[in-house]
């Protein structure tokens, strides 16, 4: 069928059944993202597959990864740099949708990841079947760069399922296990792994019919009356998560699907402008520009052997139990210790709360909580790989802990601390095995929050810094290597804006106005429910350690609530009252109006100090800064970070303003060292 034809990103073959199977397999990459050349390619196999009429085809993916990652994002880039994104566009949706047509059965065999431009693939298939493990998850992530599904995702994927189901996994991106892609119909059957392309022929010799249920459902909920009666609602529920101006893309693929119509070539054709359109806004290539930068901090322990099985953290507080939780999740033995059970207990039973809500299986669960082992003792110290100290910011304390624990060391254990503030140049001086001691500085909550601080001192030894690079890989993840100053990077950074932010309350603003001008400007949570919610204790902790460091003052008032024992949303009570994990703000009076300069004095204070970060080269370069603070404070995403920031508005322009704060609030607002960073005036859209 495919004599004289020689393919670079397909394995073609033809059994006995006249069955072509099609084996994605991109030349040069270790996982399938679909490009131009593969487009091509499978164009040429198309067209001969119309001509040849086979029995049924199969799409499968020949690479044990999984079946496509997506679009190559790369290519996308360069495509949006040279205005040629709608013809990119436009050419893979011609050959999804010469697929779509072949006048035989068509089965897509998913394992693995099957992301973006590999669902659509799928989708661009009569029937789909997935391997039914962990392994396989089926998304379109598209809004996570600023754009929607282009190659035929918002015109098929809600005539499949049903616009109620399909709109939620497009607007939020969220990965389905095959499982929950079976319940949804986005496929129609799931195999065990090992027999997937076997019940795949099964599949293309007995198509399976969907139910009229579901196909009733996905016609009514695409008629025009729905559409219109639909569309203002997911609207609405969209807008109260994010602002338009923020995060065009979800409503702009609102607004395809409302707009398209009962015959696909219109809704291919307003699906591809929409896209053209948003991978031109400064939200898509800040967005992009984050991807790439967390694959870098994804890769950065590749190459690196972390030689640890078995893990020992001392202090089980909220943050070394949920340590010690994570890596007995991520498959470490890990031993715990704390002065008596009664401190370990609290943790174990957060670690099976977490072990329930990740791992589902009773098998799993109890194999997860046997590796995290209570020892009060500390015995496991002695056989330990790394040794995780996270007790209490006490430098004292710590230098205690460590001259106790260090002699029964093994010869390579690698000794870490949590701390989040304390300088390891001072930390490491009593040490036996300076060269072997590091930061490895978690973030709050540690199963949501991806970043780790690997922290950095004067006599480190680069390779035990590569060991936890790969640590931190291996337990999935981000981590930034940064200078042992104080405060470190992400800290230093986002103590000013919280520490102006408390000032801003005692001179009287209202906390919901301070966080609504901190939300509206982009940032996750408001600076005033995040003092709360990190624990005013830990606010006063911090901002007592770094205060000299940076030239600032700890707010009046923090300490009479803690004495009050009103430490925020542990405590129920803290600058809000907490009821049910949630705080409840104030009303605020509609007539007061807020000082202009509000939203400059808590942002700019954290711009100002990421400016310092870069000129004292806490990280390696302004991008690390920049993934650092967005992954470790959650600052404003679409804006790129606080260098990009910088960037976007003009380094001149920011800088008149801080002096502006200056002359108005005081000398803390001065610019600091750094406004002269060739870094800030590099104007790069993507990295």
Known sequence: MFEGLRFNHWKTSLDEHGIVMLGLDRAGSS???????????????????????????????????????????????????????????????????????????????????????????ALACRQRIAADDDKTRIALPEVMLGIHPGWGGTARLPRLIGAPEALPLMLTGNASSARRALTLGVIDRVAPPDELLAEARALLRRPQARPFARRAKAWLTNSWPARQILAPMVMKQTAAKVRREHYPAPFAMIDVWQRGGGDIKQRLKLEARSVAKLAQTPTARNLIRIFFLQERLKNQGTGAEHGIGHVHVVGAGVMGGDIAAWAALKGFDVTLQDREMKFVQPALDRAFKLYEKKLKTPEKIEAATRRLRADVEGVGVKDADLAIEAIYENAEAKEALYAAIEPQFQDDEILASNTSSI?????????????????????????????????????????????????????????????????????????????????????????????????????????????????????????????????????????????????????????????????IKPEVDPDYQPAPDLTDRMILAMVNEAVACLADGVVDDADLLDAGVIFGTGFAPFRGGPIQYVRSEGADKVRAKLEQLAQRHGARFTPKEGWDHPALVAVTDFV
């Open 31 to 121: 996982v399938n993202a679909i490009s131009r050349a593969v487009l091509d390619e499978l164009g040429q196999i198309v067209e001969r597959l119309a001509i040849e009429r086979p029995a049924g085809v199969i799409v499968h993916s020949a690479k044990v990864a999984g079946f496509a990652v997506g679009a190559d994002i790369k290519e996308f880039v360069e495509y949006a740099k040279q205005g040629s994104v709608l013809e990119s566009i436009e050419n893979g949706q011609r050959v999804f949708d010469a697929l779509a047509q072949l006048p035989c059965q068509t089965v897509a065999a998913i394992h693995g990841a099957c992301m973006g431009g590999g669902t659509e693939l």
């Open 423 to 583: 300088p390891l140049d001072e930390l490491r001086k009593k040490l036996k095995a300076p060269q072997r001691f590091l930061g490895l500085h978690f973030f709050n909550p540690v199963a949501q929050m991806p970043l780790v601080e690997v922290v950095r001192h004067d006599t480190l030894d680069p390779a035990i810094e590569r060991r936890a690079l790969a640590f931190c890989k291996a337990i999935g993840k981000l981590p930034v290597a940064v200078k042992g100053t104080p405060g470190f990077l992400v800290n230093r950074i986002l103590v000013p804006y919280l520490l102006e932010a408390l000032r801003l309350y005692n001179e009287g603003v209202p906390g919901p106005v301070l966080d609504k001008a901190a939300t509206q400007f982009g940032m996750p949570m408001g600076p005033i429910e995040l003092a709360d919610t990190v624990g005013l204790d830990v606010c006063a902790s911090v901002g007592k350690e770094l205060s000299p460091f940076l030239g600032l003052e700890l707010p009046p008032g923090l300490e009479e609530k803690l004495d009050a024992g009103k430490r925020g949303k542990k405590d129920g009570q803290g600058l809000y009252v907490w009821q049910e994990g949630k705080p």
